[in-house]
């Protein structure tokens, strides 16, 4: 009985080495997050595993993920965050989506997933949410000259919480400011607009309750006289180090006045724009210099976003697109010295907006010659640094002339320099090597000594006929 115990408790010990501990978290996993139509969000997938290796995350579901996959190294015990970004489709009026997330080792083999719950809804109705309770909007109505809008709270705590109302626009009319929800119940309230040309294309209403804020964006397309807007971007824009300033020209044809800001919109993770509201009046032109940043990033190259007119209530009034580049690696020539009887090859890499981690610097040499790495054969390179990369070789014995390759490669497999280096001894030791210890070379020196010696001793000089027989001499051995 005993020994049946010890090889169940072998065999459970082995399962769970080969098994692991491999875990995937994606935040804000365990609830239902609100998107409206046409916006973009971010999500961090952490991976936590009790091994270290190559490990693959797969995106996958009923609205669009990008990238489709990624391939990370992730140490033991050191957990790895990667990115994705989920882009909620535009012409959806209120419905239900879910992303998954899955995680697989080095051999393809599954080892986790987690699943999103997402609700794209353009009258922002809130989800179910781990805090104390849900603020949330239903379809609104016309009725007697006034826009009515329900608005529910539903206490999802334990206790009793009281909830006050407020909108980012004065004409608003509740008909209760404030409420007290017992715990477990859901209780409505109407917010009228009157119904006017001065009805802006959103409002933002607002629930305070036991120190939380919640906000739901209620959008009115088909109630509102929208301004009659142009935007101007240029076709491409190349995102340097630091700041870049994308001049946006901003032309109001119509006849309502209009706070707006340029917002990046779809851009990719890494790339953030900045800017500040400005009134636009009817038949004014404004520019604003919106303010764009690119530091790690998660791929370098073309990239195709949209600068989009956002009123105060973030709502885009007009987009155009506009074509990004995001500057990858730079490397300068291999520069050579000798430096202590080495040769010193120098290759100076610039990382651009995407910064890279466990760089691998891989050297082969023709036979015969040693070669060290300086700082390291491993290197992190942040965003836009520059690092200095030095490779010395060394002649052996029996060192033969050619050519060295110096690559710097990633984790996958991407190679961001690649250098060649002519390597010879001579121009290490300063005279050629012929032959090795052959004999004949030898015998040809103590000769051509040998003359010089005697030539010398003639008072340096000899006569034409001397020189020849040198020659002569030379070429014969």
Known sequence: MRKDMYVLAALALIAFAVLGQAKIYVSNATNCMTMYPGDSVTKAVTISVDKSGWY??????????????????VEAGVPKTVFFTINAPADVTDDYFYATFTLYDVNQQYVDSQTLCIHVSRYGEAAASVTDFVFGAKQYYEDQGYIVVPLYVQNTGSVPVSVDFTSDFQDVIFTQTSVNVEPGRTVTILAKIPASDQIPAAVTFYAYGNGIRKTVVVRFPNAVATPSLEIQVPNEVTIEKGTTFVPVKVINTGNTAIEVKPVLKNAPFGVASYSDYKQVYPKQEVVFNMIVTAQGVLSTGTKVAKVCLVDKA????????IVLQLPGAKTEEANTAVVNGQIEATIIVTAGAKAYDNVVVQVTAPQGWQYKVEPADVLNIPAYAQETIKVYFKPTDNAQPGTASIVLKTPDGTIIAQKTVPLS????????VLG???????????????????????????????LEEIKAEITKR
């Open 56 to 73: 693959t995350v797969v995106a996958s579901g009923t609205i669009n993920i990008t990238p489709a996959e990624q391939t990370v190294y």
């Open 314 to 321: 973030e709502v885009p009034q007009v987009c155009k697109y």
């Open 425 to 432: 001894p001579s121009n290490v030791t300063g005279y050629a």
């Open 436 to 466: 090795g210890n052959s004999v004949a070379w030898i015998v040809v020196g103590i000769i051509v000594l040998a003359v010089l010696f005697a030539l010398f001793s003639k008072g340096g000089k000899g006569s034409n006929g001397e």
